[in-house]
């Protein structure tokens, strides 16, 4: 089960991402400010909070998928929550 909630608290960062979120796209910012609750058993993120960003820039989730899951959302096909959808039902494929 992945659980969303948007959250108003600053996000860490991705390592070597420059953090001026005042430059930042509008839909950046929303991938890196909607966090995701992991609750997957035998998970490391199990409990964690991961934001959206993070998890799609995350190993479950292989490059091409992520480049389309990412022009579908900016184009308006998907909605946060679909695309928090999508790919949680990709992190829980890729660990059966």
């Given amino acids: 089960?992945?659980?969303?909630?948007?959250?108003?608290?600053?996000?860490?960062?991705?390592?070597?991402?420059?953090?001026?979120?005042?430059?930042?796209?509008?839909?950046?910012?929303?991938?890196?400010?909607?966090?995701?609750?992991?609750?997957?058993?035998?998970?490391?993120?199990?409990?964690?909070?991961?934001?959206?960003w993070d998890l799609l820039?995350?190993?479950y989730i292989p490059k091409e998928k992520r480049q389309e899951l990412l022009e579908l959302y900016r184009a308006g096909t998907l909605t946060i929550q679909e695309l928090v959808s999508t790919t949680g039902s990709i992190v829980t494929d890729s660990k059966e």
């Fill in 57 to 59: 820039f995350s190993d």
């Fill in 1 to 52: 089960l992945i659980a969303v909630k948007t959250s108003d608290k600053d996000t860490v960062s991705v390592a070597g991402e420059d953090d001026d979120s005042s430059k930042e796209e509008p839909w950046k910012t929303a991938l890196k400010t909607t966090v995701v609750d992991m609750e997957m058993s035998m998970d490391e993120s199990q409990g964690r909070q991961v934001s959206v």
